[in-house]
């Protein structure tokens, strides 16, 4: 057994040794490639990865709006199906009256016997006796106190009411009642009194007293005066007094006192609405006929011409010496040259609580 046993030698272990180390040497070169290899690999928090979150949050929101969406759909489906129900009913309820009108209308039709007839003709007579009874309350009312008849539609709505127990109209009697233009004015001032009586603007201005007069209540008391630089009574001798309309005599005399004037001189408001003031008691209404600003005023005129800047200021003049809430009714026939004339009626009219109107040429 001793001499069988394998003798080691020096060789055998260098031989080992060296082995050893080259696979030593083998192992730590691979143990340095191979972490070399994984440094280079980027770690997992450098790699960019796409962010699908808010994609999704985004998705699932309008989803959920989706949802709530196609709910009030659903509710907004059902109302509709209810209102056409309702509709649907509501059709058939007119449709049945409808011919249940037809149904009655068809019958009365047939049905045309004398006690029908008798009751129509029950209703004629109560309908006409109350047709006499109204106008018998108009007439008592004093409806109209003067007939008035003219050519022209006066179907207008004038916004004048003839009210009141004491009323008064100035009626401007000056040149410029004439006509509508200044060249006409000055033309007429010279030719004959019947032509200046008979002029379309004067008589126009008569036509409107008369309409006012017809309108008169038969219970009040009236009063027309005309003025241009004075201011005087149509009825002679009766300035300051107040007339009854129930007096014919008088109306009669004062529109025979009216056609007989020439329309002349110049105009002062101020001693119109001074003789106004004067009467006693206060009248309710004043019902004005004139074309334009004054051109006099209580100062003697020292020029014979007169600009539109002094006019304005003696109408506000003039405005001063008028009666306390008194309205003033004004009705501005057309003359050229005054363009603020209608603006100062008409602030006039509103301040006094009155009314305003320009009439055409056919009213009244």
Request: net charge positive; proline share 4%; hydrophobic share 40%.
């Amino acid at each position: 057994m001793a001499r069988n046993r394998r003798q080691l030698t020096p060789f055998s272990l260098s031989f080992l040794d060296i082995m050893s180390c080259g696979f030593g040497a083998a192992v730590l070169l691979f143990l340095i490639i191979k972490h070399n290899i994984d440094s280079d690999v980027p770690t997992p928090e450098v790699i960019s990865v796409p962010d699908f979150q808010s994609e999704v949050s985004l998705l699932e929101e309008e989803i959920r709006l989706g949802e709530l969406n196609l709910v009030e759909a659903k509710n907004t489906t059902e109302e509709i199906k209810q209102q056409i129900v309702i509709t649907a009913g509501l059709a058939r309820k007119i449709t049945e009256e409808i011919n249940n009108l037809s149904g009655q209308h068809d019958a009365l039709l047939a049905a045309n016997n004398d006690t029908e007839l008798d009751s129509l003709k029950a209703d004629l007579i109560r309908l006409e006796q109350q047709k006499n009874i109204l106008e018998q309350k108009l007439e008592e009312k004093g409806e109209a106190s003067r007939q008035f008849s003219g050519d022209g539609d006066r179907a207008y709505v004038s916004g004048l009411k003839m009210s009141g127990k004491r009323l008064l109209i100035l009626v401007d009697s000056s040149a410029s009642m004439l006509d509508e233009t200044i060249v006409n004015i000055l033309r007429r001032r010279n030719m004959s009194e019947d032509r200046k009586r008979r002029s379309a603007k004067w008589q126009h201005t008569i036509k409107i007293v008369e309409w006012l007069s017809a309108k008169f209540p038969l219970d009040s008391q009236f009063q027309i005066y005309n003025f241009n630089t004075a201011t005087d009574a149509l009825v002679s001798n009766t300035k300051g007094q107040w007339l009854d309309v129930r007096d014919k005599a008088k109306l009669d005399a004062a529109f025979k006192r009216l056609g007989a004037l020439i329309p002349e001189k110049g105009t002062n408001l101020e001693k119109a609405f001074i003789a106004a003031n004067q009467l006693k008691p206060k009248p309710d209404n004043i019902y004005l006929i004139t074309d334009g600003f004054p051109t006099q005023g209580s100062k003697s005129p020292r020029k014979t011409t007169i600009s539109g800047k002094d006019r304005a200021k003696l109408f506000g003049n003039a405005v001063q010496k008028l009666p306390v809430r008194t309205p003033v009714n004004i009705i501005l026939t057309p003359i050229e040259g005054d363009p603020y004339a209608a603006i100062a009626y008409w602030r006039l009219s509103r301040a006094t609580q009155g009314s305003f109107m320009s009439p055409s040429r056919d009213w009244p």
